[in-house]
């Protein structure tokens, strides 16, 4: 096909027939992903990290987004502080990425200096006149809820962060997550595109078939089903969930604990997300293969191991908080064909690794699960990619959460003018 013949971004989001998939070339052109990287990671609010990620002051974590970059510090006060990764003279990045401690931020060019609070502390050769004060680091949108570090890069961050802010609070409040550390960190590169990545985590159609760890622990029937042609089995089976997902929710709540369903997801929410208190299957009590706790130093001050599974997804992130850790996971796309899944295992802060918790039963299930994700992300990017590919049909029982996710993607597109 010539570049002529190519449609555009927004002629091809909305050739999607209603239901079905994405056409293939919404995950593979390089245009498309710069403008996603532009609309999606630039112009909305993302996660880039946990507070954990910086527990001291003068601790740095660097992360890279698209053409952008940001220095996430802690201050001399312990506020978390972002701040563009640019330098004020001549443009320079003042960290890699990854993560550091320093005392003062230094420009590696010519060393102009910044403070922790972003104000330009020294700038030799620049004269007797010249004002610092108008020369400070330009501070990014951030917002910290519960331990989860959020970001928008543009001047005009919307507002309905708010809403995930004002959700969140009193379902994080009880785990205290800030008083939290990082007992492990995985990166992976998943060769596929970043839309794909979320689709599969949006559904659990697949869960059964390729993740047997995570379903020792997580139920699959929290993301639908199909109630045909079900088995006596099937059926008993279904029952038992109904009733135990009841009684565990009214427990909760007796308890305290907000647990029911909160979706943020359609045309009119531009910070998207959707949090519920999930059932944990087995002993209930962790995402572990035993379904036991995998760290006996609980969060906060609980009391109750069983508490299930806190979940929260944004359009670029997804998290787990059970009553002894909490798994973290945020995406940042690098290609049209390349994505980096960051995850994040927490802690209580005073957790003693070998006495507390043993590191592999903490994370047996989600390294199991996201080495099986990265495998189907990417069999799925060949496949669309591939010329004799059209969009299927999605299973209008366990893929609902995928078609809504095309939905507000266009919904966003058509918002930026694309």
């Not at 045309?267 to 009590?285: H, Y």
Request: with cysteine; glycine share 6%; net charge negative.
């Amino acid at each position: 096909m010539s570049e002529v013949q190519l449609k555009t971004h927004g002629e091809l989001i909305r050739s999607r027939q209603p239901g079905h998939g994405m056409p293939g070339e919404l995950f593979g052109r390089q245009d498309v992903f710069d403008t996603d990287v532009e609309v999606f990671f630039h112009k909305h609010w993302i996660l880039v990290g946990v507070t954990s990620d910086v527990p001291e002051p003068g601790d740095v974590s660097t992360v890279d987004i698209g053409k952008a970059s940001i220095v996430i510090v802690r201050d001399d006060d312990e506020n978390v502080r972002t701040y563009r990764n640019v330098c004020r003279h001549r443009g320079a990045r003042l960290k890699e990425a990854g993560k550091s401690t320093v005392g003062m931020l230094v420009c590696p060019y010519h060393q102009w200096t910044y403070d922790l609070d972003g104000s330009l502390r020294h700038a030799t050769h620049m004269g007797k006149d010249f004002d610092t004060s108008c020369r400070s680091l330009i501070p990014v949108h951030t917002k910290i809820i519960g331990t989860h570090i959020f970001v928008c890069l543009d001047n005009n961050a919307p507002q309905d962060i708010a809403k995930l802010e004002e959700t969140m609070i009193a379902r994080f409040a009880p785990y205290d997550l800030q008083n939290t550390k990082i007992a492990f960190e995985q990166e992976i590169i998943e060769h596929g595109n970043w839309k794909l990545v979320i689709e599969n985590n949006r559904e659990c159609y697949h869960c059964a078939a390729t993740h047997p760890e995570l379903t020792a622990s997580f139920l699959p029937e929290d993301f639908g089903f199909c109630p045909d042609n079900l088995s006596e089995e099937s059926l008993l089976a279904l029952e038992d969930y109904k009733s135990r997902n009841a009684a565990c929710q009214a427990s909760w709540e007796q308890d305290g604990f907000v647990s029911s369903a909160v979706e943020w997801l359609d045309k009119d929410a531009v910070t998207q997300f959707r949090t519920q208190q999930l059932v944990i299957a087995g002993n209930g009590e962790s995402q572990t293969i035993s379904t036991r706790v995998a760290s006996t130093k609980l969060f906060g001050n609980l009391q109750r191991r069983d508490l299930g599974d806190v979940h929260l997804w944004t359009h670029n992130s997804w998290t787990h908080v059970m009553s002894d850790h909490a798994v973290v996971s945020y995406i940042i796309p690098l290609a049209p064909d390349k994505t980096l899944v960051r995850s994040k295992w927490l802690v209580h802060a005073d957790a003693v690794e070998g006495v507390d918790y043993d590191v592999k039963d903490l994370t047996e299930v989600w390294v199991a699960t996201n080495t099986q994700d990265k495998h189907l992300v990417e069999i799925t990017h060949e496949g669309t990619q591939d010329p004799a590919y059209s969009p299927g049909l999605f299973s209008p029982f366990t893929e609902t959460y995928v078609d809504q996710f095309s939905r507000w993607y266009a919904a966003r597109l058509n918002a930026h003018g694309v």
